[in-house]
């Protein structure tokens, strides 16, 4: 530290500077630049400093006044203070003056602290700003949510589609489950159990006074890597890359690998209300959960019973080998669950699947169980059989599954004791057995089957030709022979029926 304190200001600058790519460096310039501007439509050549009321009144609306005040005066902090990543900032140590300038090695300097840094380094420079916002950790939480989402859910759009981006602020107020999630998600990923009391108490220990607790906001973000990531995509999207290139296919490839925003989707319904069941913050959690050949595909919805009809058939016929898919359902009792199957739906007579798969609750929490290694339980679909149960099946047993929707559509169940054995959920439902409200089906990669080549009829059964010699051997044997009832699937499906 000593050694770069020694340097000039032009030679710090050229090094911390050296470190952003050519792309992020131009990007950089051109919003100091914007700051700088005070629409007199002048030439100003070599800007060097910009006031803090200039970044605060250019800061997109987007930022909620709390976080704008908290980046301003973080930037200002560092233009006074060249080794402020290495100190606790007492709340009251700064205050937003309009007047005070930032200089452009002081503002290069802290978007380098916040993306180019040791994670130590940069929870110390989100610890500052969350401290100089003026809020609680919920309210600093909350503001961080509403404008990296915004920003993710970008994705959406198609280039055809992009003249509706204004609307997407509309989509995000406060979404207390996804806050919930992320407050938690450390204790989460370490498996501490989950009760009432535990989010509240949490909070508490966070917090003094309204204040921010150094050593255990330092501690809960470096174990965060959920905040980490959409705090990341708010930095990147402000000072690095604003705008999205929808133009390259592999620039687009790599922000939806990262899930530096959104897949693609195609819905039925207005596309700012994608879906009846899930709202953006709900598919970011999802979409966040998915393997990598399943976030740069189109997201299709195949199937919704407010469109589609409460039909057996038609939901099954929309969810057969149809490739990775998302179930999504709604009890009468308002718990919205389902799951992630990576395998396609197929009629099976037993339990298959991929460690891909993941169970979800959507609410009353926001949680997602991946597999377990306790069995391969982890999908199953029958139907027409009078020896097997008929439904769909994710986890547990049958009779006990950790997700099952019965063939009458009408029914489920959602069974553990506590947890699923599959997949460590608990029960998704308010009730162990639920009635259906809604569902929706999710495509979110193409199956990799080849349809030509899918028996698209029953199969005939070595049984079938000789029947008169079957019931011989069940009078000689005294058994009932019921391998007989047992047939390939049929996948095709009467919606009349």
């Not at 819905?267 to 976030?295: G, Q, R, T, V």
């Not at 008169?468 to 390939?488: P, W």
Request: proline share 4%; charged share 25%.
């Amino acid at each position: 530290m000593g050694n770069r304190q020694s340097k000039t200001s032009e030679e710090l600058f050229s090094e911390i500077f050296s470190e952003f790519t050519e792309e992020e460096k131009a990007t950089l310039l051109k919003v100091f630049d914007e700051f700088a501007s005070d629409n007199s439509n002048i030439q100003k050549p070599k800007i060097t400093e910009v006031t803090a009321a200039n970044i605060k009144n250019h800061l997109p609306s987007t930022i909620g006044e709390s976080l704008k005040n908290g980046f301003v005066t973080y930037f200002q902090s560092i233009s006074v203070e060249s080794s402020i990543s290495t100190k606790i900032i007492e709340k009251t140590s700064y205050q937003i003056s309009p007047s005070n300038v930032i200089t452009k090695l002081g503002f290069v300097s802290a978007i380098h602290n916040l993306v180019k840094t040791l994670p130590i380094d940069r929870s110390q420079a989100i610890y500052t700003i969350g401290q100089l916002s003026q809020g609680t950790l919920i309210d600093f939480v909350r503001e961080v949510v509403q404008a990296s989402l915004a920003y993710w859910f970008e994705g959406i759009y198609s280039p055809k589609q992009r003249k509706l981006k204004k609307e997407v602020n509309k989509l995000f107020k406060d979404d207390i489950y996804l806050i919930n999630l992320i407050i938690l998600n450390p204790k989460i990923k370490h498996k501490e159990s989950e009760d009432d009391e535990l989010l509240s108490n949490f909070i508490k220990e966070a917090e003094i006074n309204g204040s921010f607790d150094h050593d255990r906001f330092m501690n809960w973000y470096t174990n965060n890597l959920l905040f980490q990531h959409l705090f990341n995509i708010l930095v990147n999207r402000l000072f690095l890359y604003q705008t999205i290139p929808y133009h390259s296919e592999d620039e687009m490839y790599k922000l939806r690998s990262s899930n530096q925003i959104s897949s693609e989707i195609y819905s039925p319904y207005k596309l700012m209300e994608f879906s009846n069941l899930l709202s953006p913050a709900d598919y970011y959690i999802l979409n966040d959960n998915l393997p990598l050949d399943c976030k740069n595909t189109k997201h299709t919805m195949l199937f919704s019973s407010v469109r589609d009809g409460g039909s057996w058939n038609a939901f099954v016929n929309s969810l057969i080998y149809q490739g990775s898919t998302y179930i999504i359902i709604r009890d009468k009792d308002g718990y919205i669950f389902g799951g992630f199957a990576y395998e396609d739906w197929k009629q099976n007579p037993k339990f298959y699947g991929d460690r891909k798969n993941f169970l979800f609750s959507i609410r009353p929490k926001l949680r997602c169980y991946p597999t377990t290694s306790y069995n391969n339980n982890f999908q199953y679909l029958n139907f027409g059989v009078k020896t097997l149960p008929n439904g769909l099946a994710m986890g547990g047993q049958f009779d006990y599954c950790g997700l099952w929707i019965d063939s009458d559509f009408i029914h489920g169940h959602s069974k553990a004791a506590p947890l699923s054995s599959t997949y460590a959920s608990p029960r998704l439902s308010k009730q162990e057995d639920f009635l259906i409200d809604e569902v929706e089906v999710w495509s979110v990669r193409p199956t990799q089957v080849d349809l030509d080549e899918v028996q698209k009829g029953p199969k005939r059964s070595a049984l079938d030709s000789h029947p008169g010699e079957l019931d011989l051997l069940e009078m000689a044997t005294g058994r009932k022979m019921y391998s007989k009832e047992v047939r390939e699937p049929d996948l095709t499906l009467d919606d009349d029926e």
